[in-house]
């Protein structure tokens, strides 16, 4: 899991510097006067050599990490605080709720 931590943060690295020369390389153009020119390519090839990777990996982080453990539940006070009902469903579950992974303030859902 932490190479996929490494991975995602270098290209994450990547593609700041990669945005940061091209606002640099736009800016100088335009403070010279010349026509901007390439910055549909340039774009396409950062898409193409930065986004799609980044996804690629953060996909396969997400495929790898599912099979792992979850922890045991422990009923902690400051913790899954329900002040008020959620307005959907029964009021307990959040919106993205995984019975699996989230607990509910009693406990995992599966375990009862």
């Known amino acids: 899991s932490w190479w996929w931590n ?3 943060a270098s290209l994450a690295t990547l593609s700041l510097r990669s945005l940061a020369t091209s606002l640099r390389t736009t800016a100088a153009a335009a403070a010279e006067g010349h026509a901007h020119h390439g910055g549909t390519k340039q774009w396409k090839m950062v898409s193409l050599l930065v986004a799609f990777p980044a996804i690629c990996l953060c996909m396969a982080n997400a495929l790898v990490s599912e099979h792992e453990h979850r922890p045991e539940f422990r009923p902690y006070q400051h913790l899954r605080i ?3 009902r959620f307005p959907w469903g029964d009021g ?3 919106l993205f709720h995984n019975p699996h992974t989230n607990a509910l303030p009693d406990g995992y859902e599966d375990e009862h």
Do not use: G, L
């Open 82 to 84: 329900r002040t008020k």
């Open 92 to 94: 307990q579950k959040s």
């Open 6 to 8: 490494k991975m995602a």
